[in-house]
T-cell receptor, first 115, second 113 residues
Framework: AAGVIQSPRHLIKEKRETATLKCYPI?????VYWYQQGPGQDPQFLIS???????DKGSIPDRFSAQQFSDYHSELNMSSLELGDSALYFC??????????????FGQGTRLTVV | GENVEQHPSTLSVQEGDSAVIKCTYS??????FPWYKQELGKRPQLIID?????GEKKDQRIAVTLNKTAKHFSLHITETQPEDSAVYFC????????????FGAGTRLFVKA
Protein backbone atom coordinates (compact mmCIF):
# COMPACT_ATOMS: atom_id res chain seq x y z
CA ALA A 1 0.00 0.00 0.00
CA ALA A 2 1.20 3.51 -0.76
CA GLY A 3 2.54 5.45 2.20
CA VAL A 4 3.50 9.03 2.89
CA ILE A 5 6.70 9.83 1.04
CA GLN A 6 9.14 12.41 2.32
CA SER A 7 12.26 13.68 0.64
CA PRO A 8 15.06 13.96 1.23
CA ARG A 9 15.56 11.44 4.03
CA HIS A 10 18.64 13.22 5.28
CA LEU A 11 19.79 16.78 4.81
CA ILE A 12 22.82 18.64 6.09
CA LYS A 13 22.86 22.43 5.87
CA GLU A 14 24.98 25.20 7.27
CA LYS A 15 23.72 27.98 9.49
CA ARG A 16 21.84 30.72 7.65
CA GLU A 17 21.22 28.48 4.64
CA THR A 18 17.79 27.49 3.39
CA ALA A 19 16.20 24.06 3.13
CA THR A 20 13.14 22.67 1.40
CA LEU A 21 11.46 19.51 2.60
CA LYS A 22 8.92 17.71 0.45
CA CYS A 23 5.99 15.53 1.37
CA TYR A 24 3.80 13.39 -0.87
CA PRO A 25 0.67 12.27 0.96
CA ILE A 26 -1.15 9.01 0.54
CA UNK A 27 -3.38 9.15 -2.57
CA UNK A 28 -6.82 10.63 -1.85
CA UNK A 29 -5.61 12.13 1.41
CA UNK A 30 -6.22 15.86 1.29
CA UNK A 31 -4.93 16.90 4.69
CA VAL A 32 -1.22 17.25 5.35
CA TYR A 33 0.51 17.99 8.64
CA TRP A 34 4.08 18.93 9.43
CA TYR A 35 5.76 18.08 12.72
CA GLN A 36 9.18 18.81 14.16
CA GLN A 37 10.71 16.31 16.59
CA GLY A 38 13.85 17.19 18.47
CA PRO A 39 16.02 14.50 20.09
CA GLY A 40 14.11 12.77 22.88
CA GLN A 41 11.08 15.01 22.42
CA ASP A 42 7.52 14.57 21.25
CA PRO A 43 6.51 15.69 17.77
CA GLN A 44 5.64 19.39 17.80
CA PHE A 45 2.88 20.44 15.45
CA LEU A 46 4.03 23.07 12.95
CA ILE A 47 1.28 23.55 10.40
CA SER A 48 -1.45 21.73 8.50
CA UNK A 49 -3.15 22.09 5.15
CA UNK A 50 -6.55 21.00 3.92
CA UNK A 51 -7.48 21.16 0.27
CA UNK A 52 -4.40 23.25 -0.53
CA UNK A 53 -5.19 25.90 2.06
CA UNK A 54 -3.61 26.40 5.45
CA UNK A 55 -5.83 24.79 8.04
CA ASP A 56 -4.09 25.29 11.33
CA LYS A 57 -0.85 26.70 12.62
CA GLY A 58 1.24 25.59 15.54
CA SER A 59 4.72 26.48 16.72
CA ILE A 60 6.11 27.21 13.28
CA PRO A 61 8.81 29.92 13.29
CA ASP A 62 8.38 32.92 11.02
CA ARG A 63 11.51 31.76 9.16
CA PHE A 64 9.56 28.72 7.98
CA SER A 65 6.80 28.65 5.42
CA ALA A 66 4.84 25.86 3.83
CA GLN A 67 2.31 25.28 1.13
CA GLN A 68 0.25 22.52 -0.41
CA PHE A 69 0.15 22.25 -4.17
CA SER A 70 -2.57 21.25 -6.63
CA ASP A 71 -1.42 17.63 -6.57
CA TYR A 72 -1.66 17.74 -2.73
CA HIS A 73 2.03 17.41 -2.14
CA SER A 74 3.43 19.84 0.37
CA GLU A 75 6.73 21.63 0.86
CA LEU A 76 8.20 23.07 4.03
CA ASN A 77 10.61 25.91 3.32
CA MET A 78 13.08 26.80 6.03
CA SER A 79 15.27 29.89 5.79
CA SER A 80 18.04 31.39 7.92
CA LEU A 81 18.64 27.99 9.45
CA GLU A 82 19.80 27.83 13.03
CA LEU A 83 21.54 25.04 14.93
CA GLY A 84 18.34 24.54 16.92
CA ASP A 85 16.46 23.64 13.75
CA SER A 86 18.29 20.31 13.68
CA ALA A 87 15.55 17.75 14.15
CA LEU A 88 13.51 15.03 12.53
CA TYR A 89 10.73 16.54 10.45
CA PHE A 90 7.69 14.39 9.92
CA CYS A 91 4.92 14.86 7.45
CA UNK A 92 1.62 13.09 7.98
CA UNK A 93 -1.52 12.85 5.90
CA UNK A 94 -5.10 11.92 6.61
CA UNK A 95 -8.33 11.50 4.63
CA UNK A 96 -11.02 14.16 4.25
CA UNK A 97 -11.16 16.33 7.37
CA UNK A 98 -14.88 16.10 7.71
CA UNK A 99 -14.87 12.34 7.69
CA UNK A 100 -15.12 10.41 10.92
CA UNK A 101 -11.92 8.57 10.13
CA UNK A 102 -9.19 11.09 10.79
CA UNK A 103 -6.22 8.82 11.37
CA UNK A 104 -2.94 10.46 10.45
CA UNK A 105 -0.29 8.38 8.70
CA PHE A 106 3.29 9.48 9.12
CA GLY A 107 6.08 9.53 6.59
CA GLN A 108 9.53 8.25 7.48
CA GLY A 109 10.75 11.73 8.23
CA THR A 110 13.55 13.99 7.05
CA ARG A 111 16.48 14.30 9.38
CA LEU A 112 17.82 17.84 9.13
CA THR A 113 21.22 18.60 10.57
CA VAL A 114 22.36 22.20 10.72
CA VAL A 115 26.08 22.67 11.21
CA GLY B 1 -3.71 26.82 24.07
CA GLU B 2 -4.45 23.17 23.61
CA ASN B 3 -2.14 20.71 25.31
CA VAL B 4 -1.95 17.03 26.16
CA GLU B 5 -0.31 15.84 29.34
CA GLN B 6 1.07 12.33 29.50
CA HIS B 7 2.29 10.28 32.46
CA PRO B 8 4.56 8.64 33.35
CA SER B 9 7.51 9.82 31.28
CA THR B 10 9.31 6.53 31.88
CA LEU B 11 7.86 3.14 32.72
CA SER B 12 9.75 -0.05 33.42
CA VAL B 13 7.91 -3.36 33.76
CA GLN B 14 8.77 -7.03 33.89
CA GLU B 15 7.86 -9.15 30.89
CA GLY B 16 4.33 -10.43 31.30
CA ASP B 17 3.20 -7.57 33.52
CA SER B 18 0.75 -4.88 32.46
CA ALA B 19 1.62 -1.30 31.57
CA VAL B 20 -0.69 1.70 31.86
CA ILE B 21 -0.08 5.13 30.35
CA LYS B 22 -2.40 8.02 31.14
CA CYS B 23 -3.16 11.24 29.27
CA THR B 24 -5.33 14.28 29.82
CA TYR B 25 -6.32 16.85 27.21
CA SER B 26 -7.50 20.42 27.45
CA UNK B 27 -9.38 21.05 24.18
CA UNK B 28 -12.98 20.05 24.78
CA UNK B 29 -13.51 19.94 21.01
CA UNK B 30 -11.11 16.99 20.67
CA UNK B 31 -12.97 14.02 19.27
CA UNK B 32 -10.28 11.58 18.18
CA PHE B 33 -7.53 10.09 20.33
CA PRO B 34 -4.81 8.03 18.65
CA TRP B 35 -1.91 6.28 20.32
CA TYR B 36 1.41 5.99 18.53
CA LYS B 37 4.41 3.76 19.12
CA GLN B 38 7.77 5.09 18.04
CA GLU B 39 10.93 3.04 17.94
CA LEU B 40 14.28 4.78 17.92
CA GLY B 41 14.85 6.76 14.73
CA LYS B 42 11.61 5.61 13.16
CA ARG B 43 8.29 7.25 12.44
CA PRO B 44 5.38 7.15 14.89
CA GLN B 45 3.13 4.23 14.07
CA LEU B 46 -0.52 4.17 15.01
CA ILE B 47 -1.27 1.24 17.30
CA ILE B 48 -4.83 1.98 18.42
CA ASP B 49 -7.26 4.86 18.46
CA UNK B 50 -10.54 5.80 20.06
CA UNK B 51 -13.22 8.25 19.03
CA UNK B 52 -15.27 10.43 21.31
CA UNK B 53 -18.44 8.36 20.88
CA UNK B 54 -16.76 5.30 22.38
CA GLY B 55 -15.63 4.72 25.97
CA GLU B 56 -13.40 1.74 25.48
CA LYS B 57 -11.71 -0.16 22.68
CA LYS B 58 -9.61 -3.30 22.72
CA ASP B 59 -7.28 -4.91 20.20
CA GLN B 60 -5.59 -8.08 21.41
CA ARG B 61 -3.20 -7.05 24.21
CA ILE B 62 -3.89 -3.34 23.85
CA ALA B 63 -6.88 -1.42 25.16
CA VAL B 64 -7.77 2.24 25.43
CA THR B 65 -10.33 3.94 27.64
CA LEU B 66 -11.76 7.42 27.31
CA ASN B 67 -13.47 9.55 29.93
CA LYS B 68 -14.81 12.60 28.12
CA THR B 69 -16.09 14.25 31.26
CA ALA B 70 -12.68 14.14 32.89
CA LYS B 71 -10.89 14.69 29.54
CA HIS B 72 -8.80 11.67 30.34
CA PHE B 73 -7.75 8.65 28.29
CA SER B 74 -5.46 5.72 28.96
CA LEU B 75 -3.53 3.00 27.18
CA HIS B 76 -3.36 -0.45 28.72
CA ILE B 77 -0.91 -3.09 27.50
CA THR B 78 -1.28 -6.55 29.00
CA GLU B 79 1.17 -9.45 28.94
CA THR B 80 3.98 -7.12 27.92
CA GLN B 81 6.80 -8.43 25.75
CA PRO B 82 10.34 -7.10 25.17
CA GLU B 83 9.31 -5.94 21.68
CA ASP B 84 6.77 -3.62 23.31
CA SER B 85 9.74 -1.51 24.47
CA ALA B 86 9.46 1.86 22.70
CA VAL B 87 8.22 5.40 23.20
CA TYR B 88 4.46 5.72 23.25
CA PHE B 89 2.69 8.96 22.42
CA CYS B 90 -0.91 9.78 23.11
CA UNK B 91 -2.54 12.46 21.01
CA UNK B 92 -5.75 14.43 20.77
CA UNK B 93 -7.27 15.66 17.58
CA UNK B 94 -10.34 17.51 16.36
CA UNK B 95 -11.90 17.61 12.94
CA UNK B 96 -13.67 20.97 13.19
CA UNK B 97 -12.37 24.51 13.55
CA UNK B 98 -8.94 23.62 12.28
CA UNK B 99 -7.33 20.27 12.01
CA UNK B 100 -4.28 19.28 13.99
CA UNK B 101 -3.12 16.57 16.29
CA UNK B 102 -1.47 17.52 19.57
CA PHE B 103 0.88 14.97 21.05
CA GLY B 104 1.69 14.19 24.64
CA ALA B 105 5.33 14.28 25.71
CA GLY B 106 5.71 10.53 25.38
CA THR B 107 6.30 7.59 27.68
CA ARG B 108 9.43 5.52 27.32
CA LEU B 109 8.44 1.93 28.09
CA PHE B 110 11.07 -0.63 29.03
CA VAL B 111 10.00 -4.27 29.20
CA LYS B 112 12.58 -6.38 30.99
CA ALA B 113 12.92 -10.00 29.96
Amino acid sequence: AAGVIQSPRHLIKEKRETATLKCYPIPRHDTVYWYQQGPGQDPQFLISFYEKMQSDKGSIPDRFSAQQFSDYHSELNMSSLELGDSALYFCASSPKRDAWDTEAFFGQGTRLTVV
Amino acid sequence: GENVEQHPSTLSVQEGDSAVIKCTYSDSASNYFPWYKQELGKRPQLIIDIRSNVGEKKDQRIAVTLNKTAKHFSLHITETQPEDSAVYFCAASRSTGGFKTIFGAGTRLFVKA
